[in-house]
């Protein structure tokens, strides 16, 4: 009489146990800013920014402060821009200060933020 088990046998009782413990969390969006206490000072939220990694998810933002924009960027390249007024009014807020200059937009076709203004 053979005890032996098979190697499929063998297989099944060493499987790994199973891995406990939370979840890695999501990694946030880098965002450089040189200018945050002129921003907070208006009433921008920077909680704005995690909204729209989650939703598009870019992996970084930069602030340039003379189009009071952020660049928004994906998989190492630049993809599109948002001001800081449109971010306030995408999230129930008001217009935060006038913008003089404004940055190149991006053709609809190219854009990966979509806004309900905006035709496609």
């Not at 979840?23 to 040189?34: F, G, L, T, Y």
Request: hydrophobic share 30%; with cysteine; proline share 7%.
């Amino acid at each position: 009489m053979n005890t032996s088990l098979s190697e499929a046998e063998v297989e099944e009782t060493q499987e790994e146990p199973k891995k406990r413990g939370r979840p890695p969390k999501e990694k946030k969006a880098e965002v450089i800013c040189d200018h945050k206490d002129h921003l907070k000072k208006y009433g921008f939220d920077f909680k704005w920014l995690d909204k729209l990694t989650d939703e598009y998810g870019f992996e970084k933002y930069e602030y340039l402060h003379k189009f009071r924009a952020f660049r928004c960027y994906k998989d190492g390249m630049h993809v599109d821009w948002i001001d800081i007024n449109t971010l306030s009014l995408l999230n129930g807020g008001r217009r935060l200060e006038p913008i003089l200059l404004r940055h190149q937009p991006v053709p609809p076709r190219r854009a990966i933020i979509e806004y309900p203004w905006r035709n496609l």
